[in-house]
Nanobody, 125 residues
Framework: QVWLVESGGGLVQAGGSLRLSCTASGRTFSAYAMGWFRQAPGKEREFVATISQNGVGRDYATFVKGRFTISRDNAKNTVYLQVNSLRPEDTAVYYC??????????????????WGQGTQVTVSS
């Protein structure tokens, strides 16, 4: 079992930035690829970014377009998502997740086994 707790969300004006954090407890954090997803009201949960166990491999959704950066600190059991140049359409609940063992860098919801409770990001125009 892995427990994940996100933080760092909030209300920000368009063009602003936030740094989302997700701290893990339970099993060995460094054994899991990690991902960030988001879900806006009335929409399905969508992939944002993923990072490999050692932090070398990364993948992003197309809409990120260089605005977001995923990173991790295995010594702190934490994965981060730096979100810059925010737009109103980025408004959503952002979730971190730990990938299923052996899946690798998955971009789909089923590829992840453990989920946090989410942190709200609201971008005003």
């Amino acid at each position: 079992q892995v427990w994940l707790v996100e933080s760092g969300g909030g209300l920000v004006q368009a063009g602003g930035s936030l740094r989302l954090s997700c701290t893990a407890s339970g099993r060995t954090f460094s054994a899991y690829a990690m991902g960030w997803f988001r879900q806006a009201p009335g929409k399905e949960r969508e992939f944002v970014a993923t990072i490999s166990q050692n932090g070398v491999g990364r993948d992003y959704a197309t809409f990120v377009k260089g605005r977001f950066t995923i990173s991790r600190d295995n010594a702190k059991n934490t994965v981060y998502l730096q979100v810059n140049s925010l737009r109103p359409e980025d408004t959503a609940v952002y979730y971190c997740a730990a990938a299923r063992q052996g899946v690798g860098l998955s971009v789909t919801v089923p590829g992840y086994e453990y989920w946090g409770q989410g942190t709200q990001v609201t971008v005003s125009s």
